[in-house]
């Protein structure tokens, strides 16, 4: 089937059609957020004058926010907004967090709560559940030792950490960052494994009827743009049935070169792209959307996908990507089934394949505010004022010089192309004081209430945006006391911690989905490689379980560790307080027992922190020559064994 060739006659074309009126009206709700994000952006990364001549987002021009205003001579921007980003940027994802899986222990139970703990078959249930919360309790460590092995390389395998910066830029900037969560294999692999990359926030769109923002909404879509090719191969469409839609960069490149490219581009033969949604939803296929009529026998076939269900749709294309006619003709309904369901199962979980950083709900609100937003204000003006102080500069350090026309071209020349030391020879004729002949003529001052009222802005932004002078490592003035430090330091840690734990829990639900996805879908051939075949076989008979029992996570609780750099200034400070507090009792102790291990383990703390090498502190137990005492009692020993042996050969005789 050619592209031009699409076929109209789907049975789930009204499908397709209300699921693009529903996600228009999503983005008619989302428009306030998007337009809070790009002019944030603006703020960012745009033009230096962007606010007086606009600047082009996303291929498209936003006009400047002053342009009933004369523009100054310079125009400038005064970029607090990425001083903003390159400070708390770092500070939120540093380096990839540690997934810790904590075992849930069973609490050892009273043999009173059985009946009479000196009724023998008490002690015996006793005993029982005993011995089976012990099992439990070695199953469930197993299982999260399993678990935190495998997804903490998967992490590193995956470069968790570049999609996890963009993710926390992205929410310092426009106000939420997305992780996306599917099943990756690398090329040329036959494992798989799950990966949460970075998903843009404005090709989301949420249910916008949700009542409890995103985890309340019964349906969310993701802008996708695939090669046309890819996307056919993916869902097993003819090849050149889909028209595409956006021209790729390599095809504008063609395009330039070819005579014949703007006729075929008139003809819709150049699009190499198609932008197409991804939808999740919770309410079915679609045909429980407003004003779907369908026949029964179709209605019948949707019910039977569930509640849960995917489809892809594109604007120029009348039948869902994922359940196309050259699939229903086929009349493999589990084929149908399979290719509507969510390719990992998160609704289980009542989860959506996604993840969400944000720092500031509002209530009511579906998206969230952007950290950025309270201080845009203030940075307009900061920007404004400052383009005309500039200006103003210029113009006020020009030179102006007024002489007399009668004073002749050679004092004119010397005056403007003289040397450091030049003679000016004055005619009586011309008067007696040089003031008459020559004057240097000065602008106004500037008035010094334009600083201060510059200095009160900037100060509000740093405070809206938290950039204190000791964010930067500076001090107004000097403390006068240790309290006074420790009270400014912890005021000033508030909002930083704020946001550090709000990226801690999101990582943390990323861990969790993580999780979910290996229990569910990762075999024992995808982790064989890492893990060996005894890992393999461990990981098929600990992964399998009911669905509560991994959904509400019976066995463990995952956690994500810090995302912040370690300070190596504290970590040496507390080393050499431990080394002088513990290292001596720790010394008497291996000396009289010969257990160096908690020694060692200090001395290795001590190295790391200090960057040394950890091999040439380590102590080994000494071999001790033997007392006399112990020397007579081997030879005593040594004797009765000599004499057993004879006795046992003799008795053979």
């Not at 001395?603 to 950890?614: F, N, P, T």
Request: charged share 25%; aromatic share 10%.
């Amino acid at each position: 089937m050619a592209a031009q060739d699409v076929d109209f006659r789907h049975p789930l074309k009204r499908v397709c059609q209300a699921w693009r009126d529903t996600i228009r009206e999503g983005e008619r709700f989302q428009k306030e957020f998007r337009e809070q994000a790009e002019t944030c952006m603006r703020y960012v990364k745009g033009p230096f004058n962007h606010i007086w001549k606009g600047a082009k987002v996303n291929g498209k021009w936003v006009g400047g926010d002053l342009e009933d205003i004369p523009a100054p001579t310079h125009q400038c921007d005064v970029n607090k907004a990425f001083e903003y980003k390159a400070i708390y940027g770092p500070m939120l994802y540093f380096k990839n967090p540690t997934y810790r899986f904590t075992p849930r222990k069973m609490p050892p139970l009273p043999p009173e709560i059985f009946g009479d703990p000196r009724d023998p078959m008490v002690q015996q249930v006793t005993m029982a559940s005993m011995m089976e919360g012990q099992m439990r309790n070695r199953r469930n460590a197993g299982l999260g030792t399993l678990l935190a092995h495998y997804l903490n390389w998967v992490q590193y395998e995956t470069d968790a950490k570049a999609g996890g910066r963009k993710v926390a830029d992205e929410a310092l900037l426009k106000g939420m960052g997305v992780w996306w969560h599917e099943i990756y294999s690398p090329p040329g692999s036959q494992i798989a494994m799950p990966i949460a990359s970075w998903q843009p926030a404005l090709d989301v769109i949420v249910d916008p009827d949700s009542e409890d923002g995103i985890k309340g909404a019964m349906w969310i879509a993701r802008r996708r743009i695939r090669p046309v090719w890819l996307l056919e191969s993916e869902n097993e469409l003819q090849s050149g049935s889909l028209p595409g839609t956006i021209e790729s960069a390599q095809q504008q490149g063609e395009n330039r070169r070819s005579r014949s490219a703007k006729g075929a581009r008139n003809r819709g033969k150049t699009y190499d792209l198609q932008e197409y949604w991804e939808i999740y939803s919770k309410i079915g296929f679609g045909h429980h959307l407003r004003d779907v009529k369908l026949p029964e026998p179709t209605r019948q076939l949707l019910d039977d996908f569930g509640p849960f269900c995917r489809i892809l749709v594109a604007d120029n294309v009348p039948y869902p990507l994922n359940i196309h006619s050259k699939l229903l003709d086929t009349g493999d309904f589990e084929q149908v089934f399979q290719r509507s369901q969510w390719p990992i199962p998160f609704y289980l979980d009542g989860r959506w394949p996604m993840d969400w950083l944000a720092f500031h709900w509002l209530p009511g609100d579906l998206y969230p505010t952007s950290p950025l937003e309270p201080a845009l204000g203030e940075l307009k003006f900061l920007s404004w004022g400052m383009s005309h102080l500039a200006s103003k500069i210029r113009t006020t350090c020009r030179d102006f010089v007024a002489i007399i026309k009668a004073a002749g071209e050679e004092m004119k020349n010397k005056l403007l192309h003289g040397g450091d030391m030049t003679l000016l020879e004055i005619e009586s004729t011309h008067g007696r004081v040089i003031s008459d002949m020559v004057s240097f003529l000065q602008h106004p001052q500037m008035n010094g209430d334009i600083f201060k009222v510059m200095e009160a802005v900037s100060g509000q932004v740093e405070q809206r945006l938290g950039l204190s002078p000791l964010m930067y490592g500076e001090t107004p003035h000097q403390f006068r006391s240790a309290t006074e430090a420790s009270a400014k330091q912890g005021n000033v840690s508030i909002r930083p911690d704020d946001m550090l734990s709000c990226t801690e829990d999101a990582l943390s639900q990323v861990a969790r989905s993580q999780a979910l996805t290996c229990r569910w879908l990762i075999s024992d051939k995808d982790v064989a490689p890492l893990m060996g075949p005894y890992g393999a076989a461990a990981w098929r008979n600990l992964m399998a379980a009911d669905i509560d029992t991994v959904t509400r996570e019976i066995e463990y609780r995952v956690e994500a560790g810090s995302t912040q750099k370690p300070n190596a200034q504290n970590e040496q400070q507390f080393m050499q307080g431990a080394m002088t507090t513990m290292l001596p009792h720790l010394l008497t102790y291996s000396m009289q027992t010969g257990d160096f291990a908690a020694t060692n383990n200090l001395l290795s703390d001590w190295a790391k922190s200090q960057g040394g090498d950890v091999g040439r502190y380590l102590l080994q137990p000494q071999q001790l020559p033997p007392t006399p005492g112990q020397v007579a009692i081997e030879k005593s020993k040594a004797q009765e064994r000599t004499a057993k042996t004879k006795q046992k050969a003799q008795g053979k005789k």
